[in-house]
C-alpha cells in the first residue's frame, strides 16, 4: 500500500491540494506569505540608514536601465 504525504500551508496549516508543487492552499495564503516576507526585508532596510540609500539607489538605477 502507497503512503499519501499530505502537503501542508505553511500559512494556515491547511492541507494542499492540487499540484505537486503547489506552496500555498490558497492564493490569500501565498499573498500574505510574500506581503511579511517583504515587509520584513524593508523593515530592516529602514532601520539601516546606510542599506536604505543603497538599495533605493539600486531600484533607481535598476528602473532607468530596464527602459533602455
Not at 523593515?43 to 533607481?60: M, T
Request: net charge positive; with cysteine; charged share 30%.
Amino acid at each position: 500500500m502507497e503512503k499519501i504525504r499530505h502537503r501542508l500551508c505553511p500559512v494556515c496549516g491547511m492541507i494542499i491540494r492540487g499540484r505537486i508543487d503547489k506552496k500555498f492552499c490558497s492564493s490569500e495564503c501565498r499573498i500574505y506569505f510574500n506581503n511579511a516576507k517583504n515587509r520584513e526585508r524593508h523593515k530592516l532596510l529602514n532601520e539601516d540608514k546606510c542599506l536604505g540609500l543603497i538599495y533605493s539607489n539600486a531600484i533607481i538605477l535598476y528602473e532607468q536601465n530596464s527602459r533602455i
